[in-house]
């Protein structure tokens, strides 16, 4: 069982886009959960993570334009994207925070090109 994440797709410099990942059976704390996201020759980064508290981590590359949220009645974990650029340009990823290495999906494909 792994955590699929969705809602990728092509868009231009500027636009939005709205991840999801459906953890419904698998994670039981949506408190610890993290996007990631990896381009081709680069390690796969954590960009955005929600922690104990209500806490919430951002990179510096995402923070202000992107925004990680949770939804406990579907066990689903949002990121939205906003004001997306070419360098966010990868595959983005879910999984707990910290990462639990048999829950790696294939991830979704955002391309951010005009």
């Known amino acids: 069982v792994q955590l699929q994440a969705s809602g990728g797709g092509l868009v231009q410099p500027g636009g939005s886009l709205r991840l999801s990942c459906a953890a419904s059976?698998?994670?039981?704390?949506?408190?610890?959960m993290g996007w990631f996201r990896q381009t081709p020759g680069k390690q796969r980064e954590l960009i955005a993570a929600t922690g104990l508290g209500g806490s919430l981590y951002y990179a510096d590359s995402v923070k202000g334009r992107f925004t990680i949220s949770r939804d406990s009645s579907k066990d689903t974990v949002y990121l939205q994207m906003n004001n997306l650029k070419s360098e966010d340009t990868a595959v983005y990823f879910c999984n707990s925070n910290p990462p639990t290495t048999r829950l790696w999906g294939q991830g979704t494909q955002v391309t951010v090109s005009s």
């Open positions: 059976g698998i994670i039981f704390n949506l408190n610890l």
